[in-house]
């Protein structure tokens, strides 16, 4: 047989596009999630007496959520876990909440479903696994119960045991011999909270971002989680934790490790609380990024930023902040607070309303009974590299008892910036492990729509008058568009728009 020379030139290229391929990884891989304080989520979780979605007393307890979770700790009593409120006699737990984003997952052979908290502050994916003080089931409000599925590794044909020596081993010194399966323990930040097991390997059923693909077994490290204690007892996180940090023994890492998946994702926030992971997302070539600031011993996906603009007045400040999508809110430390609060002040066209201890916002607006739309400043951020980043959901509605009230979703912290998931509404945050950028576009999560007209209402058929999603002045009463990056200092939401990230589907089962 003779072969051309250019036959021989197009078979080379394709035996190099297939090789390239299985380097670079095989593709995208990815699952939704869902808000943890969804209708559908609350349904099954247990809430503990949580406040109507959209009150005053709702935002208090998810901002008090936040720092509970997070160690950082926001009441002054004893037991800082619980929140009372001024009406009555109603207390909520708020430890018991747990994490915000919640994810369906399976794993085994044959597989078996789990439904497991994401968190992008904490590395290892562990399960619920031959133990005898597990969460077995959940009783939902209504009555009826949810049986939760307990992880076991003799019971999955593709499972098999982490030895001591092996790389991931962090704790040999616990161990009899290098062959002993390796022990782990993790403490989180919430008073008395950790798991506590064996690591394993196993299969993790991912399905391809492409159309009419079938579930491919990406084998993971996880942990054998034999004994959980503190929170996870309560609700927090029953059915395992699925960490998504920067060390070696996170999901991505081994998906990476394995070649089946760039070591990147992303996490996108959409319409009615169904967002989306995706592992082996590198992003796009037209999205904004700016660099990671890894920092030893315990990396997070911390990032500069070096400009604050509200209304089109731009303020130089350098500082540090860490994306975190499980943290609710954004906490700035006090001269980034500053600048952006009183920014905020001293242009907002609305009546400062006095707020108290029902609120946990410090800057609120009254809302004109007669108005159906109003005008706030935009407020924007420049992060290292020069990349700009619109906040298109920097506001909360609330309804008052003597009016409605809109809030700047902005508190102050001490230690560390945190930019929250209302700042990250409406982007594909990608987090891109091997450039060691974190990067960002406008996305709707699902249609891959990423127009500046394309974002969702958020409407809701639970509140009258609910808020606020931003566009263009100009578009006033046109409920559905996305502010304008380029010129326009203000917003003008209409308030026929629902409140501004909380969500409504939930089809994990």
């Not at 968190?119 to 969460?135: A, K």
């Not at 690591?199 to 942990?223: F, Q």
Request: hydrophobic fraction near 35%; proline fraction near 6%.
């Amino acid at each position: 047989m003779v072969w051309c020379s250019s036959c021989r030139i197009m078979l080379l290229g394709l035996v190099i596009m297939l090789v390239s391929d299985k380097v670079q990884g095989f593709g995208e891989f990815g699952f939704e999630f869902h808000h943890r304080f969804s209708d559908r989520v609350v349904g099954v979780l247990p809430g503990d007496g949580l406040p109507s979605r959209g009150s005053s007393q709702y935002y208090r307890v998810m901002a008090h959520r936040d720092r509970v979770i997070r160690g950082r700790r926001l009441a002054t009593t004893q037991d800082q876990s619980l929140v009372s409120f001024a009406d009555g006699n109603k207390t909520v737990r708020v430890d018991a909440l747990g994490f915000l984003h919640y994810a369906n997952v399976s794993v085994g052979t044959p597989s078996d479903w789990f439904l497991v908290a994401l968190d992008t502050g904490s590395d290892l994916f562990w399960l619920p696994c031959d133990c005898t003080n597990c969460v077995r089931e959940l009783k939902a409000p209504g009555g009826s119960s949810l049986e939760l599925n307990i992880y076991s590794p003799n019971a999955s044909s593709t499972s098999s045991k982490v030895p001591c020596n092996s790389s991931l081993c962090t704790r040999g010194d616990r161990c009899a011999s290098p062959n002993s399966n390796c022990p782990y323990q993790i403490r989180y930040l919430s008073n008395g909270t950790s798991s506590t097991g064996v690591l394993v390997e196993d299969v993790l059923h991912l399905v391809s971002n492409e159309k009419n693909s079938k579930p491919i077994p990406a084998r993971v490290t996880l942990g054998c989680g034999q004994v959980q204690t503190g929170v996870f007892h309560d609700g927090a996180a029953p059915n395992g934790l699925f960490g998504l940090g920067l060390e070696d023994i996170s999901v991505p890492s081994v998906l990476a490790k394995e070649g089946i998946a760039a070591n990147s994702f992303s996490m996108c926030f959409g319409n009615d609380g169904a967002g989306r992971i995706s592992f082996g997302d590198r992003g796009s070539v037209d999205q904004r990024e700016t660099p990671l600031n890894i920092r030893q011993p315990h990396p997070t996906y911390n990032i500069t930023v070096t400009q604050i603009s509200v209304g089109g007045n731009t303020g130089d400040l350098e500082f540090h902040a860490v994306f975190d999508s499980g943290t609710s809110f954004t906490y700035l430390t006090a001269e980034a607070y500053t600048l952006i609060t009183e920014s905020f002040n001293s242009l907002a066209l609305d009546k400062r309303y006095q707020t108290d201890s029902e609120l946990p916002f410090e800057y609120c607006y009254a809302l004109s009974p007669n108005k159906d739309s109003f005008q706030y400043p935009a407020v924007n951020l420049t992060m290292k590299g020069g990349g700009s980043y619109p906040v298109y959901h920097p506001l909360v509605v609330i309804p008052m008892k003597d009016t409605d009230v809109y809030c700047l979703g902005v508190m102050k912290i001490e230690d560390i910036s945190i930019i929250g998931q209302n700042f990250m509404t409406g982007y594909r945050v990608v987090f891109d492990r091997e450039k060691l950028v974190l990067g960002w576009k406008e996305s709707d999560c699902f249609t891959g729509e990423t127009s500046a007209r394309v974002l969702p209402s958020n409407r809701s058929s639970s509140s009258a008058r609910p808020p606020a999603s931003s566009f263009e002045p100009e578009a006033t009463n046109i409920p559905s568009e996305r502010p304008s990056t380029s010129s326009s200092s203000y917003y003008s939401p209409s308030l026929t728009i629902s409140f501004f990230y909380f969500f409504s589907v939930l089809a994990f089962l």
